[in-house]
Nanobody, 127 residues
Framework: QLQLVESGGGLVQPGGSLRLSCAAS????????IGWFRQAPGKEREGVSC???????DYADSVKGRFTISRDSAKNTVYLLMISLKSEDTAVYYC?????????????????????WGQGTQVTVSS
């Protein structure tokens, strides 16, 4: 079964840090661009960060300098390290896998570029 599973969410105070994990089963993450997205209550889902098959990373302006995406090929896992968290980072965070073989271009921060999604993990930033 092809599956993505996020973990690592939780409650953290403003200024704190969390590391989210996106683990895959049934397929190899290295073959895909992996994106992190988030959706806050009442808001549309937005792209946060992505990492391509060659390791190129991109970030939304709102998280640049605070979030870092990385791969661990041996663990078939992609991470999102989040520091200096703010209340506006509160959302359900999703990881997704996409391929240029499906889209015709290298996926970026748009959710329609991805076709495999995890179930999400809640991140709450509050004092």
């Amino acid at each position: 079964q092809l599956q993505l599973v996020e973990s690592g969410g939780g409650l953290v105070q403003p200024g704190g840090s969390l590391r989210l994990s996106c683990a895959a089963s049934g397929f190899t993450l290295d073959h895909y661009t992996i994106g992190w997205f988030r959706q806050a209550p009442g808001k549309e889902r937005e792209g946060v960060s992505c990492i391509t098959t060659d390791g190129t990373a991109d970030y939304a302006d709102s998280v640049k300098g605070r979030f870092t995406i990385s791969r661990d090929s041996a663990k078939n896992t992609v991470y999102l390290l989040m520091i200096s968290l703010k209340s506006e980072d509160t959302a359900v965070y999703y990881c997704a896998a996409g391929s240029e073989y499906n889209t015709g271009w290298v996926p970026g921060l748009r959710d329609y570029e991805y076709d495999r999604w995890g179930q999400g993990t809640q991140v709450t930033v509050s004092s």
